[in-house]
């Protein structure tokens, strides 16, 4: 038996990746709202697949519970997929992990040692130097008490189930032979190769991961304004050729090596300034990772400046798209709501936004002063220019409007 704690995108598609290879799971979140939705067979967020996931195992071997201790008591294995945000000086902020964990230990069982598995993103050494001794200071000595080990998650948002179930690879990072070994039993199920790799080395691969995708982003960020600088270049069909070739062509990485408005989302913005933090704090100055950071951090204002070139602030303006990315509704750190920021700072005052799915949640996220149309036919005839801030396929026709201004930030 596991028990998840945590049950965002990671966590519930742990605990019902899990529930479909016939383990019974038991899941936990403090926010009771999340809760009553998902015990209601409905999704908090937007993600294909998981809905028909949850209706098939809810009740069934996924059991949402607030009864911290007969879950941990039962549970051999206990996953922490809670968040690691923003800390105050980029570094991650560890206390949502640190709360979980310390709920686990009053019903952990020396006797019985339980597997505790952070696959919540950490920067590396974190398990080594403060969840280690953390477990330690409160009486369990780790390898013999309790087992530990870190297991990086590479789900894409939209991608969940399929990223999950069909993971490219498992990574395990542990130092102990006995954890490696649980967690290969654990998840033998899968059929996908599992890589066993130090403490570090875990937690450090998740990094490289997601700063590569940023300064893939930055790069392409960067290039297209020295293209715009330079003028007469068309930057979409650059990009697009630039695809063409066979090196990158077939690697489904090309979504990164194109320009947009900057990275946005839960992971990558938090992950690379955390990375950049840690090497800090290593004596290290990550050169390139601080100026992957910068550049992504001047793309509101460069957009916004863009803007300005081309239609006056006293002009309607409607912004199409809010979520970070398209076929999602996760609105967190997205480049919308910092692109209306810097707007509205330069005197634009009659600023409307849509987008198919994240109204709602933008609202209720950014609380801006602004207004909102729902649908695409009531902000294209409200607005003297449409900008495109995120790439909804359905504003590729809005592109051929000849009646207004229409600025494509994401290069459709
Ligand atoms: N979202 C992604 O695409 C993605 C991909 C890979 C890794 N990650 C990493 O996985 C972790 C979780 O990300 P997410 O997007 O699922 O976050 P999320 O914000 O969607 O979910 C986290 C959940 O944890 C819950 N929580 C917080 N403290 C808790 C506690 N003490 N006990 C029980 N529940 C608690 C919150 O209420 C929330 O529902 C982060 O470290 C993130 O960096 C995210």
Not at 159 to 173: K, L, Q, S, T
Not at 231 to 255: E, P, Q, Y
Not at 379 to 395: G, Q, R, V
Not at 402 to 411: A, F, S, T, W
Request: charged share 25%; with cysteine.
């Amino acid at each position: 038996m596991i028990t998840v704690f945590g049950l965002g995108f990671v966590g519930l598609t742990t605990a019902l990746g899990f529930s479909h290879f016939g383990k019974r799971v038991y899941g936990i979140d403090t926010n009771q709202e999340r809760v009553a939705i998902l015990k209601n067979n409905s999704l908090p967020f937007l993600e294909p697949h998981l809905d028909i996931a949850l209706a098939e195992h809810n009740n069934r071997n996924f059991i949402i519970t607030d009864d911290v201790q007969n879950a941990i008591a039962n549970s051999e294995y206990i996953f922490y997929c809670v968040g690691t945000p923003y800390g105050e000086n980029g570094e991650a902020d560890l206390h949502y992990l640190f709360s979980a964990l310390k709920d686990t230990f009053p019903y952990m069982n020396k006797e019985k040692p339980k597997t505790l598995i952070i696959k919540s993103t950490i920067p590396p050494s974190t398990t080594k130097e403060k969840i280690i001794p953390f477990i330690e200071e409160h009486g369990w000595s780790v390898g013999d008490d309790v087992y530990v080990a870190n297991n990086p998650e590479f789900l894409r948002e939209g991608h969940c189930w399929e990223d999950f179930i069909y993971a490219d690879r498992i990574v395990i990072g542990s130092d102990n032979e006995e954890t490696v070994d649980r967690l290969k039993n654990l998840y033998e199920a899968f059929n996908v190769p599992i890589f066993a790799v130090s403490s570090n080395t875990g937690e450090y691969i998740k990094y490289l991961s997601n700063t590569l995708l940023a300064t893939l982003i930055s790069y392409s960020n960067e290039m297209a304004d020295v293209a715009e600088h330079i003028g007469n270049i068309d930057v979409t069909k650059a990009f697009n050729i630039l695809h063409m070739d066979k090196r990158w062509n077939k690697c489904n990485m090309t979504s990164y090596v194109y320009p947009g408005c900057g990275y946005g989302g839960y992971c990558l913005p938090k992950d690379t300034n955390a990375l950049y933090t840690i090497a800090k704090v290593k004596g290290r100055n990550a050169e390139i990772l601080g100026n992957v950071i910068k550049t992504n951090n001047n793309m509101p204002k460069i957009i916004a400046n863009r803007i300005e070139k081309h239609i006056s602030n006293d002009k309607k303006i409607g912004i199409l798209g809010l979520s970070f990315k398209p076929n999602s509704n996760d609105v967190r750190d997205c480049a919308s709501a910092k692109i209306i920021n810097e707007l509205q700072k330069k005197g634009y005052c009659n600023i409307c936004g849509y987008d198919p799915v994240a109204i709602n949640e933008f609202k209720e996220y950014y609380n801006l002063n602004m207004d909102y149309k729902y649908n695409l036919e009531d902000i294209c005839e409200y607005a003297d220019a449409l900008i495109i801030l995120t790439a909804w396929s359905e504003f590729k026709k809005v592109k051929n409007r000849i009646d207004k201004l229409v600025l494509d930030y994401r290069y459709m």
